[in-house]
Protein backbone atom coordinates (compact mmCIF):
# COMPACT_ATOMS: atom_id res chain seq x y z
CA UNK A 1 0.00 0.00 0.00
CA UNK A 2 1.20 3.38 -0.95
CA UNK A 3 1.45 6.22 1.45
CA UNK A 4 -1.03 7.64 -1.04
CA UNK A 5 -3.29 4.61 -0.61
CA UNK A 6 -3.08 4.86 3.36
CA UNK A 7 -4.18 8.70 2.82
CA UNK A 8 -7.32 7.89 0.78
CA UNK A 9 -7.97 5.29 3.78
CA UNK A 10 -7.88 7.24 6.21
CA UNK A 11 -9.90 10.05 4.95
CA UNK A 12 -12.36 7.35 4.08
CA UNK A 13 -12.98 5.68 7.81
CA UNK A 14 -12.36 9.27 10.13
CA UNK A 15 -15.71 10.10 10.94
CA UNK A 16 -16.16 13.53 12.66
CA UNK A 17 -18.93 13.88 15.18
CA UNK A 18 -20.12 17.30 17.15
CA UNK A 19 -21.57 16.25 20.26
CA UNK A 20 -24.11 19.24 21.37
CA UNK A 21 -24.66 20.15 24.92
CA UNK A 22 -28.26 21.24 24.88
CA UNK A 23 -29.02 25.07 26.38
CA UNK A 24 -30.74 24.52 29.81
CA UNK A 25 -32.62 27.83 31.55
CA UNK A 26 -29.95 27.55 34.20
CA UNK A 27 -27.62 27.81 31.55
CA UNK A 28 -28.87 30.61 29.32
CA UNK A 29 -29.19 32.56 33.50
CA UNK A 30 -25.81 32.16 33.28
CA UNK A 31 -25.41 29.52 36.18
CA UNK A 32 -21.84 28.10 35.98
CA UNK A 33 -21.31 24.16 36.41
CA UNK A 34 -20.33 23.31 40.18
CA UNK A 35 -17.36 21.50 40.64
CA UNK A 36 -18.52 18.00 40.54
CA UNK A 37 -19.73 18.37 37.18
CA UNK A 38 -16.73 20.29 36.05
CA UNK A 39 -14.57 17.11 37.19
CA UNK A 40 -16.41 15.01 35.14
CA UNK A 41 -16.78 16.58 31.68
CA UNK A 42 -12.44 17.06 32.59
CA UNK A 43 -12.13 13.02 33.00
CA UNK A 44 -14.19 12.29 29.59
CA UNK A 45 -12.16 14.64 27.57
CA UNK A 46 -9.32 13.41 28.97
CA UNK A 47 -10.18 9.85 28.13
CA UNK A 48 -11.62 11.42 24.67
CA UNK A 49 -7.66 13.08 24.44
CA UNK A 50 -5.90 9.55 25.87
CA UNK A 51 -7.66 7.72 23.04
CA UNK A 52 -6.75 10.25 20.13
CA UNK A 53 -10.17 11.09 19.32
CA UNK A 54 -10.52 14.56 21.13
CA UNK A 55 -10.75 17.22 18.37
CA UNK A 56 -11.96 20.09 20.30
CA UNK A 57 -14.56 21.18 23.44
CA UNK A 58 -15.90 24.17 24.48
CA UNK A 59 -18.57 25.58 26.77
CA UNK A 60 -20.75 28.47 25.46
CA UNK A 61 -21.71 31.89 26.78
CA UNK A 62 -25.54 32.67 27.26
CA UNK A 63 -27.19 33.21 24.37
CA UNK A 64 -27.87 36.88 25.89
CA UNK A 65 -24.06 37.51 24.60
CA UNK A 66 -24.85 36.27 21.23
CA UNK A 67 -26.67 37.62 18.24
CA UNK A 68 -27.88 35.47 14.88
CA UNK A 69 -28.08 37.16 11.28
CA UNK A 70 -31.50 36.62 9.21
CA UNK A 71 -31.03 36.49 5.51
CA UNK A 72 -33.60 38.10 2.89
CA UNK A 73 -31.95 36.89 -0.28
CA UNK A 74 -28.83 39.80 -0.21
CA UNK A 75 -30.21 41.49 2.64
CA UNK A 76 -28.85 40.78 6.24
CA UNK A 77 -30.58 41.48 9.82
CA UNK A 78 -28.91 41.63 13.24
CA UNK A 79 -31.15 40.02 15.86
CA UNK A 80 -29.66 40.26 18.90
CA UNK A 81 -29.89 37.60 21.63
CA UNK A 82 -31.46 36.78 24.43
CA UNK A 83 -33.29 33.83 22.62
CA UNK A 84 -36.39 32.55 24.27
CA UNK A 85 -36.50 28.90 23.08
CA UNK A 86 -33.72 27.09 25.00
CA UNK A 87 -34.58 23.63 23.20
CA UNK A 88 -33.21 25.72 20.07
CA UNK A 89 -30.02 26.69 21.95
CA UNK A 90 -27.09 24.63 22.53
CA UNK A 91 -24.63 25.52 25.71
CA UNK A 92 -21.32 23.36 24.43
CA UNK A 93 -19.74 20.89 22.17
CA UNK A 94 -17.19 18.36 21.63
CA UNK A 95 -15.88 17.40 18.52
CA UNK A 96 -14.42 13.80 18.25
CA UNK A 97 -13.03 11.63 15.03
CA UNK A 98 -13.57 8.22 15.41
CA UNK A 99 -14.09 5.32 13.08
CA UNK A 100 -17.47 4.12 12.84
CA UNK A 101 -20.71 5.78 13.69
CA UNK A 102 -20.77 2.56 16.58
CA UNK A 103 -17.52 4.08 18.07
CA UNK A 104 -19.37 7.94 17.99
CA UNK A 105 -22.42 5.93 19.55
CA UNK A 106 -20.09 4.28 22.61
CA UNK A 107 -18.38 7.60 23.13
CA UNK A 108 -21.33 9.54 23.44
CA UNK A 109 -23.02 6.82 26.18
CA UNK A 110 -20.57 7.70 28.25
CA UNK A 111 -20.83 11.06 28.07
CA UNK A 112 -21.73 12.89 31.50
CA UNK A 113 -25.17 14.22 32.25
CA UNK A 114 -24.80 18.15 30.90
CA UNK A 115 -27.68 19.19 33.42
CA UNK A 116 -26.18 21.53 35.58
CA UNK A 117 -28.92 20.43 38.69
CA UNK A 118 -28.10 16.72 37.54
CA UNK A 119 -31.70 15.96 36.64
CA UNK A 120 -32.61 16.24 33.01
CA UNK A 121 -30.24 16.62 30.13
CA UNK A 122 -29.61 16.26 26.62
CA UNK A 123 -26.71 15.94 23.94
CA UNK A 124 -27.02 15.91 20.21
CA UNK A 125 -25.00 13.75 18.16
CA UNK A 126 -24.66 15.45 14.63
CA UNK A 127 -21.92 13.90 11.92
CA UNK A 128 -20.16 16.72 9.81
CA UNK A 129 -20.32 16.39 6.00
CA UNK A 130 -16.43 15.53 4.62
CA UNK A 131 -15.26 16.94 1.51
CA UNK A 132 -15.25 13.44 0.13
CA UNK A 133 -19.06 13.73 0.29
CA UNK A 134 -19.79 16.43 -2.21
CA UNK A 135 -19.28 15.72 -5.85
CA UNK A 136 -16.05 16.63 -7.57
CA UNK A 137 -16.18 20.94 -7.85
CA UNK A 138 -13.83 23.69 -8.37
CA UNK A 139 -15.28 24.82 -5.11
CA UNK A 140 -14.84 21.92 -3.15
CA UNK A 141 -11.08 22.01 -5.00
CA UNK A 142 -11.19 25.45 -3.31
CA UNK A 143 -12.18 23.97 -0.06
CA UNK A 144 -9.34 21.32 0.21
CA UNK A 145 -6.85 24.34 -0.75
CA UNK A 146 -8.07 26.11 2.48
CA UNK A 147 -7.81 23.02 4.49
CA UNK A 148 -4.46 21.90 3.37
CA UNK A 149 -3.28 25.62 4.39
CA UNK A 150 -4.75 25.44 7.81
CA UNK A 151 -2.67 22.00 8.17
CA UNK A 152 0.58 23.47 7.43
Not at 80 to 91: M, N, Q, R, S, W
Not at 113 to 122: F, R
Not at 130 to 138: I, M, R, T, Y
Amino acid sequence: MTSLDANVLEQETDMRYMIIVKATKDSEAGVMPPEHLIAQMASFHEELAKAGVLVDASGLQASSKGWRIHYSGNARTVVDGPFTETKELIAGYTLINVKSREEALAWTKRFPNPSIDGKEGEIEVRQFFELEDFGPSAAVDRFRDIEAANKS
